[in-house]
C-alpha cells in the first residue's frame, strides 16, 4: 500500500517504522522539522511507567514496553532510562489506592514505602509525616525526541519518504481514494493516518471533534548540594499525587532536575504559543521543590512549554474517520501519552492495514483498545 503519515512525533514516527518494516510505501509529512520542539513529543524525559488509576492503562503498558524494547533493539542505543517510579501522597489517597489495585490487577510487583524507608533509600527527598509511596522498579523515563529520531532514522533506512518542513493545507477525504494536498501538489493514497496533535482538528474543520490545546510548562531547577543524590538509580521519576506536580532524576544533558505539573495550563492556538514560562508557575515549582527536595535551589536552569491535546476524560483517540475508513487518526493524548507512542504507532499501522491477523500478541487487546479509543465517544454532540 501506499500511505502517508501526516505528523511525525511519538506515534506518527513509530507508524511509519511499522508501516515499512511491512514493506508499506510511506510518505510522511512534517510542517515543522523532525524532533522539533513546536508540539508534544520532544525533550530529554517523558515519563514510562506501569502506575496508573485505571488498570485498562497498567494492562496496555505491559504491551508498550514491549515495543519500546524493540525499538531500542532495532535503534541500539539508549532509549529508555531505568530508574523507577514512585508515587507518594497522603496516607488513605484514592489515587494511590487506585493505583495499588491496578498492579495488582495486572500482577505488576511494587513496594509501599513510609517516610522513613522513602529517605533512607532517596535521601534527597522528604515525605511529610502522614505520606505514604509506592514504589515500581520497572519505571522510568524515555528521551522523547531521541526516540522520535529513532523511529525516523529506522524508517528511512526500510525506505519512507520524510518531507519535513511540509504543512499539510488540506485533506480530501471525498474522492476515491484519499488525497494529501501540500506544496507537493495533490497526491492521492491507499491509507492516510493523522497523527497530528495539537494541529489535529486543524486537518478535519468538519468533524466535531471535542479536543482541547493547552500550554503547559517545566522548570529544571539547579542542585546545590549532594548531586549524586539526583542520580537515575539514587532518585525516581516521582509523582506527587495529591497536587499533580511530578519531576525526574539529573538527564545527564540538562543542568538540574526537571519539575512539572499535570494540571491542565490554558486553551491555547498551536500556532500563536507564548513559549515563555510564567513568573508565577517558577515561584510555585521553586517553593514546592525547597521543602520536598531541600538540595536544589531556587535558581532556574532551562525551562520550556509544549502542549497537551486533551479529551474530556484523558483517553486516546484511535479510530478511523467516519464515511472514510481509508483515513485513520489518532490523537488526545492527554500530557500522559507518549509513553504509549510505541504502541500506537504499532496499533494504527496494523488496523489501517488491516493485518491484525499477523500480530498475535495484539490480537486479544484490538476489541477493547477500539472500543475504548473509539472516534465517536469523542464528538460534540450536534446543536440541532
Not at 499501522?349 to 477500539?370: K, M
Request: one cysteine or more.
Amino acid at each position: 500500500m501506499r500511505i502517508a503519515v501526516i505528523g511525525l512525533g511519538g506515534t506518527g514516527s513509530a507508524a511509519c517504522r511499522y508501516l515499512t518494516k511491512a514493506g508499506h510505501a510511506v510518505v510522511a509529512y512534517e510542517q515543522f522539522g523532525v524532533g522539533n520542539d513546536r508540539g508534544s513529543s520532544y525533550g530529554e524525559s517523558r515519563a514510562i511507567r506501569y502506575g496508573y488509576t485505571d488498570s485498562f492503562y497498567t494492562h496496555l503498558m505491559k504491551l508498550a514496553y514491549r515495543c519500546w524494547d524493540e525499538l531500542e533493539a532495532e535503534a541500539n542505543e539508549e532509549l529508555r532510562v531505568r530508574c523507577g517510579s514512585l508515587f507518594f501522597g497522603v496516607e488513605g489517597n484514592a489515587f494511590l489506592g487506585k493505583t495499588t489495585q491496578a498492579l495488582d490487577a495486572e500482577n505488576i510487583p511494587y513496594e509501599l514505602l513510609d517516610k522513613g524507608e522513602v529517605e533512607r533509600r532517596f535521601p534527597a527527598i522528604r515525605l511529610a509525616e502522614n505520606e505514604l509511596a509506592c514504589y515500581q522498579a520497572e519505571g522510568g523515563f524515555l528521551r522523547a525526541t531521541r526516540c522520535v529520531l529513532a523511529n525516523v532514522r529506522l524508517a528511512q533506512q526500510h525506505g519512507a519518504q520524510i518531507r519535513e518542513h511540509t504543512p499539510v493545507q488540506q485533506l480530501i477525504t471525498s474522492r476515491e481514494r484519499p488525497v494529501v494536498v501540500s506544496s507537493h501538489g495533490e497526491e492521492a493514497y491507499d491509507r492516510v493516518i493523522v497523527t497530528a496533535g495539537p494541529w489535529i482538528s486543524k486537518l478535519f474543520p468538519d468533524l466535531p471533534l471535542h479536543l482541547e490545546v493547552t500550554r503547559q510548562q517545566v522548570v529544571y531547577l539547579q542542585i546545590a548540594r549532594h548531586p549524586e543524590r539526583f542520580l537515575p538509580g539514587a532518585f525516581p521519576v516521582w509523582i506527587d499525587t495529591d497536587r499533580l506536580i511530578y519531576g525526574f532524576p539529573q538527564d545527564g544533558k540538562i543542568e538540574g532536575v526537571k519539575l512539572a505539573v499535570h494540571n491542565l495550563g490554558e486553551p491555547v492556538d498551536p500556532n500563536s504559543v507564548n513559549r515563555v514560562v510564567d513568573e508565577s508557575y517558577r515561584l510555585e515549582m521553586v517553593a514546592y521543590a525547597l521543602k520536598r527536595f531541600p538540595d536544589l535551589c531556587d535558581h532556574v536552569t532551562y525551562s520550556q512549554v509544549c502542549l497537551y491535546t486533551n479529551t474530556p476524560n484523558e483517553d486516546f483517540i484511535l479510530d478511523s474517520v467516519p464515511n472514510s475508513p481509508e483515513v485513520w487518526l489518532v490523537s488526545g493524548c492527554s500530557g500522559h501519552g507518549f509513553k504509549f507512542t510505541a504502541l500506537l504507532g504499532k496499533l494504527v499501522a496494523v488496523l489501517a492495514t488491516d493485518t491484525a491477523e499477523h500480530e498475535p500478541s495484539l490480537a486479544a487487546e484490538l476489541r477493547s483498545i477500539r472500543r475504548r479509543f473509539a472516534l465517536r465517544r469523542f464528538l460534540k454532540p450536534s446543536s440541532g
